[in-house]
């Protein structure tokens, strides 16, 4: 199985709306070591002109996989993702994950870049509000290794 | 933005910022434990961050750190010293060395066995947009320094925040 590159554009079907808890910020805050008291008091996110608690700036990714899983998982995509390095990863924020939040993720297959016998598959995942507006954009991409019997074809 | 935000005296003036600047480090340690914890927060569950003898069969030395954990924990340095999480507009990093985090010989499944020195400095300031870029150094620092030829290696590579501060 390798990485079809016809797929590169395609756009999924968007993941089920997440909606971000207090409790899963403090989690995942307490998970990245941050330190910051706008993560775990709506006290000190208010002081700071916030609704609610802050996510920490990765907390993104949390949303974005729930998205990415339909590329990855698509067997028209042909990722094998027991051959799946990851290679980068970015966050642009038009504005920061609040708890209370209700977001809404949806993938597109950036790019495909053949690389040998394997592939780098660079994933863009688009977090939205419920009235539509662009909240944060998720790009991921995906260094996935060929299988012996592929790499000793290209060798 | 609310008074209480633009009084903050934690939040740093872009008037001042040049590039080259420093703005802080800290070191951050991983356990076994650690990779747990980030695996339940973020739901990534792969067993390289949790099962040895899987890692070993798909090609690793042993149970490494989520990237994404790395990649995570680095930014909150950025945090403190813009004095808002949320201002953290744009934030990157490419993932060019594993951290491996293995089982530690003794104490409880808590005990460190990694650790991280983060260190950040100015890139770039736009004044027009009120915005700084810092570049982070995130090096993991060898475990037992009396062994020859260790020394800290780059794990993340084009690691940059861009922060709004006006």
Known sequence: MSVNTAREGHQYPPAEPYQVSREAVREFAVAVKAEHRAHYEVDAAELLGHRDLVAPPSFAVVVAQRAEAAAIEDPELGVDFSRVVHADERFSHHSPILAGDTLHAQVTVDRIRVMGAGAMVTTKVEITTPEGDLRSTVTSSLLVRADEENEEAAA | MSDQSTSSPSTPDIDTLEKGQEIGSREITFSRADLIAYAAASGDHN????????????????????????????????????????????????????????????????TPTATLRISGKIGAVDAEAGTARVDLSVELLPQEPETEDAKPQKVLAKSQAVVKLA
């Open chain 2, 47 to 110: 067993p390289i961050h949790w099962n040895e003898r899987f890692a070993r069969e798909v090609g690793l030395d042993g149970v490494i750190a989520h990237g994404m954990l790395t990649m995570g924990s680095a930014v909150d340095l950025v945090s403190s010293w813009a004095g808002d999480p949320g201002a953290v507009l744009d934030y990157q990093a490419r993932f060019t060395k594993p951290v491996p985090v293995p089982d530690a010989e003794q104490g409880g499944p808590d």
